[in-house]
């Protein structure tokens, strides 16, 4: 019994040794046209993945342009912690401790119908820093991001492109310089939506009303109000939001009476509504500051 186990094991072994040599004797010409076969045969079901996938799309576009109400919320949260202890390339920041908290938080409430829309936008971004130089003094959290939005647009379709619309819009800061300044946007205009995925607002009669308290740099003026918004899922898994929100004022003034703000929000979708997040945003208001505005945030992202 011994002997044959012996035997046995034996075989096993060799054949396993001869196995293993026919593989190694594969060479990397042979890997190569066994993978260029491989994805030969991927081909035709990629093919119709692909074509499968555009349907999906069509049908979403399809199912958001009828008549009913959505609404939703999502956000990015970003935190950012530093420390050093006597690290010398640091200069002056070699005992600092920085500390970084940023975040973002959206909602929408759209209610859309066979003879007018009315679109709900509100937004929400703070931030706040710590920088501690040295290890025996405590430092304050300083707010470096700060700016509420809030607006609200009424359409009534002329076409199924074009509506007749009405917009109020209003953005300032929370912690600090509540209303000073915040801008008031009240008009009328015309609305052009070709796709769920797409408006832009032209209101040529709109007033600019800013509340400030300086009043000789904010001048509240009448001009022309220019908003618009797109959302793809440039990927399966990736999604884009951008909004763009300007005022042209008909008055002549220096500093200029112009502003807008550029923004967008970057998606990585994971699992049940949890991703990668990253809103970034461009802005330009000589009556703030005579310099191009950017800020971004990039964390954790959840939309419900």
């Known amino acids: 019994m011994v002997l044959c186990r012996i035997w046995i094991t034996t075989g096993i072994a060799l054949i396993t040794f001869l196995s293993s040599g026919f593989v190694s004797g594969q ?7 066994k993978k ?27 199912i958001a342009s009828l008549p009913g109400s959505s609404y939703g919320i999502f956000g990015t949260l970003g935190i950012q912690i530093t420390g050093r202890n ?8 070699k005992d600092s401790r920085t500390a970084a908290i940023n975040g973002s938080l959206n909602a929408f409430a759209h209610r859309l119908r066979n003879k007018y829309f009315w679109r709900n936008h509100a937004s929400l971004t703070l931030g706040w820093q710590k920088l501690k130089t040295t290890r025996d003094v405590e430092a304050p959290f300083k707010p470096i991001s700060d700016i509420v939005s809030v607006s609200s647009l009424f359409g009534y379709k002329i076409s199924s492109k074009m509506a007749s619309s009405s917009l109020i819009e209003y953005r300032s800061s929370v912690i600090r310089n ?32 800013i ?12 001009g022309c109000k220019v908003n618009g918004e797109y ?11 951008s909004n763009l929100t300007g005022f042209i004022s008909y008055k002549n003034s220096s500093p200029s009476l112009h502003n807008g703000t550029w923004t967008n929000w970057l998606t990585i979708k994971l699992m049940k509504g949890l991703g990668i997040g990253l ?10 500051i005579r310099a191009l505005q950017t800020y971004y945030t990039a964390g954790v992202s959840y939309s419900l």
């Open 27 to 33: 060479t990397l010409e042979d890997w190569k046209l």
């Open 36 to 62: 260029q076969t491989l994805e030969s045969s991927l081909a035709p079901l990629q093919a119709e993945i692909n074509r499968l996938q555009g349907e999906i799309n069509s049908v979403d576009v399809a």
């Open 86 to 93: 006597q690290w010398f390339a640091a200069g002056d920041l």
């Open 178 to 209: 509540w209303n000073n300044p915040g801008y008031i946007d009240a008009g009328i205009g015309m609305t052009y939506s070709p796709d769920p995925s797409l408006y832009l607002v032209i209101h040529p009669l709109n007033y600019n009303l």
């Open 211 to 222: 509340l400030a308290s300086d009043t000789l740099n904010f001048t509240s003026s009448l």
């Open 231 to 241: 959302k793809k899922d440039v990927l399966k898994q990736l999604h884009w939001r």
């Open 279 to 288: 809103e970034f945003a461009l802005r330009y208001s000589e009556q703030e």
